[in-house]
């Protein structure tokens, strides 16, 4: 999704880190970013000019509403996994 907003790394983790809850937080981020290799680009912003113009489009869903539904498709697929490996399934992951 490119809305023209710039956001980075860190703001969409801790957007995504409050949401889950669960004891994440800046000591994750912490964490990550000890473990993390050191960006190959300054900037990544999506131009959606282009979908706009021809496609008559307009992004519906902002920053924070994206990382609410990315964290809650994953949690989702949790929930969903944890009920299959409960009842004897063996896990996919």
Known sequence: MATGETHSVREFLDEVFWRAGNGFG???LRSIRDISAPP?????????AKAKQRLKWAPKV???????????ADW???RRERLL???????VA
Do not use: N, W, Y
């Open 26 to 28: 800046r000591s994750t």
């Open 40 to 48: 190959k680009v300054d900037l990544l912003l999506g131009d959606p």
């Open 62 to 72: 902002g920053f924070k509403q994206l990382a609410k539904m990315m964290t809650d």
């Open 76 to 78: 989702a697929l949790a």
């Open 85 to 91: 490996v409960d009842q004897g399934h063996q896990s």
